[in-house]
């Protein structure tokens, strides 16, 4: 996966908003590939984990 960092002293997204990392820390970033549709908070890759359809949610959890 190619992340594209920015700077760590700007937080403010300039693309997708997926955050690589954990937020509690410094050691972290936005993912900001070009977003999927212009205005859209995330990339095309991100899109589809953000946005599931009631039957995906309905499976158990087969990780469990």
């Known amino acids: 996966m190619n992340i594209?960092?920015?700077?760590?002293?700007?937080?403010?997204p300039r693309g997708?908003?997926?955050?690589?990392?954990?937020p509690r820390t410094e050691n972290w970033h936005y993912c900001n590939k070009r977003t999927s549709k212009p205005?859209?908070?995330?990339?095309a890759e991100h899109l589809v984990r953000v946005y599931r359809n009631e039957e995906e949610l309905a499976r158990p959890n087969r990780a469990a």
Do not use: Y
Not at 4 to 12: A, F, G, M, Q, Y
Not at 16 to 22: E, L, N, Q, S
């Open 16 to 22: 997708c908003r997926w955050i690589d990392g954990d």
């Open 39 to 43: 205005g859209g908070s995330w990339c």
């Open 4 to 12: 594209h960092k920015l700077p760590l002293k700007t937080k403010e």
